[in-house]
């Protein structure tokens, strides 16, 4: 198979819309909210990292938080800008950040909530020095989302399609007041009614994901009630092609040649079957039973992903108060469907032969694109209690089988603690064992989308990184695992999700 280079991705026609994200919209006052909105904490902060030098939003807020990916539409950008300079026009504080925008987490349409009280607890926090210049740096923070590509895509062409609102926002004003006037002109041609405070969300719908009975598949539930988006049509998940995704960043970061390119081959449509997966580009087509360039770009993805989350974990386990210890190759992974490349005495291998073996198997997966973070995917996704349940209940099976093993992991120097800059005191963490390893953070855990060879059925599997919180002691351990598997059952909102797993199959 030949190389994939950069130049190559200027002529390829794209599997799908590639990797779009969601688009943040608004639909007008009485429009039917998509049903897997409804009863849910429907607007997440969809960014892989949390920003700094900011407070933590207020109660019952969210930050908007966009993908890299993400887009807003103009009708959303006007009415977020609205219900923004309408709380300016009651408070006389300085918009300076969008960190400062939050909404109403639990509400069906975006409500904005201004952090202008708090303003003193950011650390690029700026005081405007007349009301000219409160108005343009309001201006500006709904200015840069417009330049930075959020409007609709390329700067170039949202300029020309949406000339009418990029006109208001680069246009000097003297006041807020005046500024708010000329917004509200320019959202009536978007909305006839002028109503900026009753719209539904769309757009960023998180269709929950069931595991069948009868037909031991993955895949997007029907709703209780009400109508659907195209997102959220009910069908069996053939992938996870998901931003935002710490493993495709992963794969971008280690591939610069070939990243350019790679999102021509990432479906943004979960239900597409592998046959219809087709690219076209080079006088030939290029499709998963013949020629696939990127599956060498792919090779050795996991393995670059898993050193790049190594520190990432290690930084969780000086947030949580523990230590961060190796955990062994061999109890990473365990899939449900043998692979054909694990021998005989495979619990027995050094880890550089058992990292060889999970890293291949990893990266079969990774080349369908169905492996994907936890943390990412609840940004994308609602689980069943069910699935939770089942994705917990694999966490500890491979934490304890790990336990199993502790003499190997010995024998290789998995006893040895790590630290972020210089080896620690060991005697102060009365130096636990290997009983205090738990599974407690997103960095951890990663979904594979499995299927049984002949396809008839599939499953959620989770994978680890060989890297291990490990607490004091096995009680320690167990409650702080609990308090994050808690924690997932929020983000998933799997109490909501909890009338699809009960639905006929």
């Known amino acids: 198979m030949r190389g994939f280079t950069a130049s190559d991705a200027q002529e390829v026609s794209p599997l799908l819309s590639v990797l779009t994200g969601v688009t943040f919209d608004v639909g007008s006052p009485g429009e039917e909210i998509c049903a897997s909105l409804v009863e849910v904490r429907p607007v997440l902060d969809r960014r892989l990292t949390a920003p700094c030098g900011v407070?933590?939003?207020?109660?019952?807020?969210?930050?908007?938080?966009?993908?890299?990916?993400?887009?807003?539409?103009?009708?959303?950008?006007?009415?977020?800008?609205?219900?923004?300079?309408?709380?300016?026009?009651?408070?006389?504080?300085?918009?300076?950040?969008?960190?400062?925008?939050?909404l109403l987490s639990k509400e069906e349409g975006p409500t904005v909530c201004l952090d202008l009280e708090g303003a003193d607890k950011y650390d690029d926090a700026k005081t405007a020095a007349d009301e000219p210049e409160r108005a343009k740096m309001a201006q500006d923070i709904f200015l840069r989302w417009f330049k930075d590509g959020r409007v609709g895509g390329k700067y170039k062409s949202s300029r020309e399609e949406n000339g009418d609102v990029l006109a208001v926002l680069e246009k000097p004003w003297a006041t807020v007041s005046e500024f708010r006037e000329a917004l509200v002109k320019v959202y009536s041609t978007y909305e006839p009614s002028g109503d900026y405070v009753s719209g539904v969300w769309k757009g960023?719908?998180?269709?929950?994901?069931?595991?069948?009975?009868?037909?031991?598949?993955?895949?997007?539930?029907?709703?209780?009630?009400?109508?659907?988006?195209?997102?959220?049509?009910?069908?069996?998940?053939?992938?996870?092609?998901?931003?935002?995704?710490?493993?495709?960043?992963?794969?971008?970061?280690?591939?610069?040649?070939?990243?350019?390119?790679?999102?021509?081959?990432?479906?943004?449509?979960?239900?597409?079957?592998?046959?219809e997966w087709v690219v076209e580009g080079f006088n030939e087509v290029f499709t998963m039973d013949e020629e696939w360039p990127v599956s060498e770009v792919l090779t050795g993805a996991w393995g670059y992903n898993v050193d790049r989350m190594s520190r990432t974990v290690q930084d969780e386990a000086d947030k949580q108060g523990v230590i961060c210890t190796p955990f062994p190759w061999q109890c990473t992974w365990k899939p449900s469907t043998p692979s054909g490349r694990r021998p005989d005495g495979f619990l027995e291998l050094s880890q550089k032969d058992a990292a060889a073996i999970v890293q291949a198997e990893m990266d079969e997966h990774i080349k369908y694109w169905r492996v994907l973070n936890l943390g990412d995917m609840v940004k994308s996704y609602r689980l069943t209690p069910h699935l939770v349940y089942e994705l917990e209940t694999q966490a500890d099976k491979l934490v304890k089988e790990a336990?199993?093993?502790?003499?190997?992991?010995?024998?290789?120097?998995?006893?040895?603690?790590?630290?972020?800059?210089e080896p620690r005191d060991l005697n102060k963490f009365n130096k636990p064992s290997n009983d205090g390893w738990y599974i407690g953070s997103y960095a951890q855990v990663y979904v594979v989308l499995e299927f049984k060879e002949d396809?008839?059925?599939?499953?959620?599997?989770?994978?680890t990184v060989p890297m291990c919180l490990n607490a004091k002691s096995a009680n320690e351990a167990k409650r702080k695992q609990e308090l994050f598997w808690n924690q997932v059952r929020r983000d998933?909102?799997?109490?909501g999700a909890f009338k699809y797993s009960l639905e006929k199959r």
Request: with cysteine; glycine share 8%; proline share 11%.
């Open 55 to 102: 407070p933590p939003a207020m109660p019952n807020c969210v930050r908007l938080g966009l993908d890299g990916h993400d887009k807003i539409s103009p009708k959303f950008l006007l009415t977020i800008a609205l219900q923004t300079v309408d709380q300016m026009l009651k408070n006389e504080g300085t918009l300076f950040s969008p960190e400062q925008i939050q």
């Open 204 to 275: 960023i719908c998180r269709p929950v994901l069931v595991q069948g009975w009868k037909v031991p598949k993955v895949a997007v539930g029907p709703a209780f009630e009400g109508k659907v988006c195209p997102r959220c049509e009910p069908g069996p998940l053939v992938s996870l092609p998901t931003p935002p995704s710490r493993l495709f960043e992963s794969v971008a970061r280690r591939e610069r040649t070939g990243s350019y390119g790679l999102e021509s081959f990432v479906p943004d449509n979960h239900h597409v079957p592998l046959n």
């Open 403 to 421: 336990r199993l093993v502790e003499e190997i992991t010995d024998k290789d120097g998995h006893a040895e603690r790590l630290a972020p800059n």
């Open 455 to 463: 396809g008839t059925a599939s499953g959620l599997r989770v994978a």
């Open 492 to 495: 998933a909102g799997s109490e």
